[in-house]
């Protein structure tokens, strides 16, 4: 395995093993760990309380974070 593919990218027009005539491929991002995601979340859901005085349920931030993250 290459080291670019085991960083999670490929380099575009560059040839592989699987690859001989150095066609474009798409290049792979990483995806973030759970820990990461859940981190991500919690942070974009207190800066939205911070934001709105605390006036809702903290769920409610929480969610819209969460659909945030996705969009």
């Not at 085991?6 to 491929?25: A, D, F, Q, Y």
Request: glycine residues 8%.
């Amino acid at each position: 395995m290459s080291a670019e593919h085991e960083r999670g990218t490929l380099m575009k027009g560059t040839p592989t093993e699987g690859n001989p005539v150095g066609e474009e491929k798409p290049v792979l991002e990483k995806q973030p760990t759970l820990e990461e995601r859940y981190l991500s979340i919690q942070e974009a859901a207190y800066h939205l309380a911070e934001k709105d005085g605390f006036a809702r349920c903290p769920v409610s931030y929480w969610l819209q974070a969460e659909a945030d993250s996705i969009a």
